[in-house]
């Protein structure tokens, strides 16, 4: 994910910046939508300003209604920088140093925004429009980091999770399941508590247009697929089979790389947290996601991360 940080020098710039993101169409009262009698009642926080509303004498600044309502010690810069480093997968620990705040302020804020940007996908997810698409699904380990462990019965764990077997939600293994377009280069992911063949088979399903022929692995949770209009093909890793040329051409079309090469991505982006809470992971996936499919931080991505409405002649 390419996000310039020459913007954040300076304050206005940031400003300038957050006030196009956050509100597209011009500053505008909260509570009756009018933007054409809006008058300075506080500049002590310049360069934001709080405004009264001509109309309903409603007081509001540029973050009200917003992610990023209630945060008064923050300027633009730094607030640039924390989307910046949720963006690119900073640490917490690491982006609480480099802004000069805790750990514990700023989890709750990131928790917050990484929510938001799920929902986001969520409600604008389509089918993907390729022709041909991949699915996988990998396991994460992620149990309950930061949470109190007073039952002796299940102390916290020093290392990773050593249980065999599929993973589950249940078992501090959650499943991540995705597609991606070989066209297109989209991918679409999603955190599931089974990975099992009516759970894969619908998630395809409902990410794949009727008629795209899907890659995968040897699974045999996939193998019913063309039951539901999705060509299906496979390669047998058990086997060291990773790609295979099925119709003579020379180019070994058959095959699931491009989803291993984005678990691989995956695995680097969760990396630097040390351990993830299972709850929260969704999140971070999400995030992922976002970066991976925009590849640039640019004004409709980060209205996309901040939850805000994208709009209508904007593209990605």
Same mark, same amino acid.
């Given at each position: 994910?390419?996000?310039?940080i020459?913007?954040?020098?300076?304050?206005?710039? *940031?400003?300038?910046?957050? !006030?196009?993101?956050?509100?597209? $169409?011009?500053?505008?009262?909260? #509570?009756?939508? *009018?933007?054409?009698?809006?008058? =300075?009642?506080?500049? +002590?926080r310049?360069?934001?300003?709080?405004?009264? *509303?001509?109309? *309903?004498?409603?007081?509001?600044?540029?973050?009200?209604g917003?992610?990023?309502? &209630?945060?008064?010690?923050?300027?633009?810069?730094? /607030?640039?920088?924390?989307?910046?480093?949720?963006?690119?997968?900073?640490?917490t620990?690491?982006?609480?140093?480099?802004?000069?705040?805790?750990?514990?302020?700023?989890?709750p /804020?990131?928790?917050?925004?990484?929510e938001?940007?799920?929902?986001?996908?969520?409600?604008?997810?389509? @089918? !993907?429009?390729?022709?041909e698409?991949?699915?996988?699904e990998?396991?994460?380990n992620?149990?309950?980091?930061g $949470? #109190?462990?007073d039952? @002796?019965?299940?102390?916290?764990?020093? #290392? &990773?999770?050593?249980?065999?077997?599929q993973?589950?939600f249940?078992?501090?293994?959650?499943?991540v %399941? &995705?597609v991606?377009? #070989?066209?297109?280069?989209?991918?679409?992911?999603?955190?599931?508590?089974?990975?099992?063949?009516?759970?894969l088979?619908?998630?395809?399903v409902?990410?794949?247009? @009727?008629?795209?022929?899907?890659?995968?692995?040897?699974?045999?949770c996939?193998?019913?697929l063309?039951?539901?209009?999705?060509?299906? %093909?496979? =390669?047998?890793h058990?086997?060291?089979?990773?790609?295979?040329?099925d119709?003579?051409?020379g180019?070994c079309e058959?095959?699931?790389?491009?989803?291993e090469? /984005?678990?691989t &991505? !995956?695995?680097?982006? !969760?990396?630097?947290?040390?351990?993830?809470?299972?709850?929260?992971? +969704?999140?971070?996936? %999400?995030i992922? $996601?976002w +970066?991976?499919?925009?590849?640039?931080?640019t004004?409709?991505a980060?209205?996309?991360?901040?939850?805000?409405?994208?709009?209508a002649?904007a593209?990605?």
């Open positions: 994910m390419d996000f310039p020459k913007e954040f020098m300076d304050e206005q710039r *940031c400003h300038d910046k957050l !006030l196009e993101v956050l509100h597209p $169409e011009g500053l505008h009262c909260p #509570r009756c939508k *009018c933007g054409d009698d809006l008058r =300075v009642h506080d500049q +002590s310049k360069p934001i300003l709080r405004y009264q *509303c001509g109309h *309903c004498r409603r007081i509001f600044h540029l973050f009200t917003t992610p990023f309502a &209630g945060i008064r010690r923050r300027s633009c810069g730094e /607030l640039l920088l924390i989307l910046r480093g949720i963006a690119k997968g900073t640490s620990k690491e982006l609480a140093r480099e802004v000069g705040c805790s750990e514990g302020q700023l989890l /804020l990131r928790h917050r925004l990484q938001l940007a799920q929902r986001a996908l969520d409600d604008q997810r389509q @089918p !993907l429009p390729d022709q698409v991949e699915a996988d990998m396991y994460q992620a149990g309950a980091k $949470e #109190r462990h039952d @002796p019965e299940e102390p916290p764990r020093c #290392r &990773g999770n050593k249980r065999r077997g993973g589950t249940d078992n501090d293994r959650p499943p %399941a &995705g991606v377009g #070989r066209q297109s280069g989209e991918a679409h992911l999603e955190v599931i508590e089974h990975a099992d063949k009516e759970t088979e619908e998630l395809v409902s990410h794949t247009q @009727p008629g795209a022929t899907v890659f995968t692995d040897g699974s045999a996939y193998q019913d063309p039951k539901r209009g999705r060509p299906h %093909a496979s =390669v047998n058990s086997q060291r089979e990773y790609a295979r040329d119709d003579g051409d180019f058959v095959h699931d790389n491009t989803m090469g /984005l678990w &991505g !995956l695995r680097n982006f !969760l990396r630097p947290f040390r351990g993830l809470n299972k709850y929260f992971l +969704s999140g971070y996936v %999400a992922f $996601e +970066s991976y499919n925009f590849k640039v931080a004004d409709d980060l209205r996309l991360l901040l939850g805000r409405p994208r709009l002649t593209s990605s």
